[in-house]
Structure formats: structure tokens, C-alpha cells
């Protein structure tokens, strides 16, 4: 059981990518706490079957390639919603891929991948949503950066990078939409070990025992990030705008015996 728990009731967020990992967990708790959420990913079928399973009738689903959708399809995502359901309070941007690249190794349409999808279709979306007629006054939003923005991990070249110009977004962003009472923060998570991200790339994430030694409190999951997503959405968080926090269960202190 939680101790903090938090009421979202009549509230409307967005959580682009909400299929799997920390954007599902993320989607699943606001519903819980009573909120409509419009989930977006390309797999609709994941997200229609965790509706159906966890949420009925808050959880709603909406087919989108971040990499792919223009300024004007995510009008209408927002468009479509708000008619239904009213205006947005605020949102989640998850969405994100990781790959090999360094200098050496280096990879043309992987490493356009990972800028399109952590950061163009981020910004493409906060264009989108922040517009007047789909958020309420005082709406709060949260980007996933990343550990790897502080450290530079060798062989992560495109992705620490791409997820330190995230973290510089979210300040530029939040200045430019204070004037009308919104926040945007950053997430940076260390290693998480129940998502597709960590289960799926293999050449990544193979010691596991090496990566988990690297954390004081040992492996972490999304229930361990979500808790910080919930919270800066919240007016508990209403002072806080233009940051970055980390959530790495002391990863970035370097390894148990060092
Ligand atoms: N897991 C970790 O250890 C960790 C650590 C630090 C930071 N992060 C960051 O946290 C965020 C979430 O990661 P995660 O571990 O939860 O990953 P995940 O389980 O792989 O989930 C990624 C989500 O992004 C969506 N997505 C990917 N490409 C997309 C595209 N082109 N269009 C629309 N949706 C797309 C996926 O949905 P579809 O495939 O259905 O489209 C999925 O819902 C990422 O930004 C990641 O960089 C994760």
C-alpha cells in the first residue's frame, strides 16, 4: 500500500507512451486516481487491453508514431479528446528508444530515431498541447530525460546527449509558459529492470548482476518513478517548474563498494 496517494478526480491528463514500462504504469496510477487519460503509442491494442482489464472508461486509447505524426494530426488528437472529455491538466511525454552509437560506431537511421523520438516528437507535442484551447490554466507537464544525460555512457552517445538537450528544453519551455501558470519538469531515472526498453536490448543491458552492483539501492522498477510523475503533476508540486529530477536509486554515486 502507498502512503501518499493522490485524487485526480474530473481531471484529464495525456501520457504519450502509455503502451508499456513507466508511461504505462504512470497512465495506470492516474487513472486509478480517478483522472481520464488519453494514452497514446502505436500499439493501441496494448493500451485497449490494459483499459479493458485495470480502467474502463478511463483510459483512452490513440494510435500515434511520435516520429511520424505532424503539428496538425496532433491537433487533432487533442481536439478529438477535449470535445469529449474537456480540457487536458497536463501530460507525460515517455516516448523514447535506445541504441548502440558512439563515433566509431555510429548508425545514421538509429541515431535519427532516437532524436525523433525523445526530442522532435516531444516538442512537436508540447507545441501541440500547451495551445490555449486544450489545457486549463495552471497545467503541469513531465519529460523523461534520463541518468545518462549527466554521465555521457560510452556507447550511448546519441541518447545521453539527446537526453540532455530534453533537459534544456524543459527550462526553455518553462519560462516560455510560466506568463499562463504551467510547469514543465524533467524525470531522469537510473536503470529500471521491468521495462521493454532494458528487457529487449540485449547488448545494452546484459550484466545485469555488473548494473545492479552500480546501485546503492538496488534495481529499480517503474513503480519506483511513477510516485515523482504523480507528484509534479499535482498542485503539491505548484512551485516547482523548469527541473530536472533524478530518480536512480543512488546509481549516479557510482558502484556498492566504491
Ligand atoms: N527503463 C529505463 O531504465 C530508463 C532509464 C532512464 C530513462 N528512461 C526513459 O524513460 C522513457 C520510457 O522508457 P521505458 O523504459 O518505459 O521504455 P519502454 O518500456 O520501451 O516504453 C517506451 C514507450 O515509448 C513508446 N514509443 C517508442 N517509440 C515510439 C514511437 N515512434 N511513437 C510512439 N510511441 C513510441 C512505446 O510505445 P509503442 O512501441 O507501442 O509505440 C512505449 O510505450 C524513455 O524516454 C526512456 O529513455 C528509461
Same mark, same amino acid.
Given at each position: *500500500?502507498n502512503e501518499v496517494?493522490? @485524487?485526480?478526480?474530473? %481531471?484529464? /491528463?495525456v501520457?504519450?507512451g502509455a $503502451?508499456?514500462? !513507466?508511461?504505462?504504469?504512470?497512465?495506470?496510477?492516474?487513472?486509478?486516481?480517478?483522472?481520464?487519460v488519453?494514452?497514446?503509442?502505436?500499439?493501441?491494442?496494448?493500451?485497449?487491453?490494459?483499459?479493458?482489464?485495470?480502467?474502463?472508461?478511463?483510459?483512452?486509447?490513440?494510435?500515434?508514431?511520435?516520429?511520424?505524426?505532424?503539428?496538425?494530426?496532433?491537433?487533432?488528437?487533442?481536439?478529438?479528446?477535449?470535445?469529449?472529455?474537456?480540457?487536458?491538466n497536463?501530460?507525460?511525454?515517455?516516448?523514447?528508444?535506445?541504441?548502440l552509437?558512439?563515433?566509431?560506431?555510429?548508425?545514421?537511421?538509429?541515431?535519427?530515431n532516437?532524436?525523433?523520438t525523445?526530442?522532435?516528437? *516531444?516538442?512537436?507535442?508540447m507545441? @501541440?498541447?500547451?495551445? %490555449?484551447? /486544450?489545457?486549463?490554466?495552471?497545467? $503541469?507537464?513531465? !519529460?523523461?530525460?534520463s541518468?545518462?544525460a549527466?554521465?555521457?555512457?560510452k556507447?550511448?552517445l546519441?541518447?545521453?546527449?539527446?537526453?540532455?538537450?530534453?533537459?534544456?528544453?524543459?527550462k526553455?519551455?518553462a519560462?516560455?509558459?510560466?506568463?499562463?501558470g504551467?510547469?514543465?519538469?524533467?524525470?531522469?531515472p537510473g536503470?529500471?529492470?521491468?521495462?521493454?526498453?532494458?528487457?529487449?536490448?540485449?547488448?545494452?543491458?546484459s550484466?545485469?548482476?555488473?548494473l545492479a552492483?552500480?546501485?546503492?539501492?538496488?534495481?529499480?522498477?517503474?513503480d519506483?518513478?511513477?510516485g515523482?510523475a504523480?507528484?509534479?503533476l499535482?498542485?503539491?508540486?505548484?512551485?516547482?517548474?523548469?527541473?530536472?529530477?533524478v530518480v536512480?536509486g543512488g546509481?549516479?554515486?557510482?558502484?556498492?563498494?566504491?
Amino acid at each position: *500500500m502507498n502512503e501518499v496517494s493522490f @485524487s485526480y478526480e474530473g %481531471k484529464n /491528463f495525456v501520457v504519450v507512451g502509455a $503502451s508499456s514500462g !513507466i508511461g504505462k504504469q504512470i497512465a495506470l496510477e492516474l487513472s486509478k486516481a480517478g483522472a481520464k487519460v488519453l494514452c497514446i503509442a502505436r500499439r493501441t491494442e496494448l493500451i485497449e487491453q490494459m483499459a479493458l482489464q485495470e480502467s474502463p472508461g478511463k483510459i483512452i486509447p490513440m494510435y500515434a508514431d511520435v516520429t511520424k505524426t505532424t503539428p496538425s494530426d496532433w491537433d487533432k488528437f487533442f481536439e478529438n479528446f477535449t470535445e469529449r472529455f474537456g480540457k487536458l491538466n497536463g501530460g507525460v511525454y515517455t516516448a523514447g528508444v535506445v541504441g548502440l552509437t558512439s563515433l566509431r560506431a555510429w548508425n545514421d537511421r538509429l541515431a535519427k530515431n532516437i532524436t525523433d523520438t525523445s526530442y522532435t516528437g *516531444m516538442l512537436h507535442f508540447m507545441r @501541440s498541447v500547451t495551445k %490555449k484551447r /486544450f489545457i486549463s490554466d495552471s497545467s $503541469s507537464f513531465v !519529460i523523461l530525460s534520463s541518468v545518462a544525460a549527466y554521465t555521457g555512457y560510452k556507447g550511448l552517445l546519441i541518447y545521453s546527449s539527446i537526453k540532455a538537450a530534453v533537459q534544456t528544453a524543459v527550462k526553455s519551455m518553462a519560462r516560455e509558459l510560466a506568463c499562463q501558470g504551467h510547469r514543465v519538469n524533467s524525470i531522469s531515472p537510473g536503470w529500471l529492470t521491468d521495462t521493454e526498453m532494458t528487457s529487449i536490448d540485449k547488448d545494452i543491458f546484459s550484466n545485469r548482476e555488473i548494473l545492479a552492483s552500480n546501485i546503492i539501492l538496488g534495481e529499480g522498477s517503474t513503480d519506483k518513478v511513477s510516485g515523482m510523475a504523480l507528484f509534479l503533476l499535482s498542485n503539491r508540486a505548484d512551485w516547482i517548474t523548469g527541473t530536472d529530477i533524478v530518480v536512480d536509486g543512488g546509481m549516479m554515486l557510482g558502484g556498492v563498494f566504491e
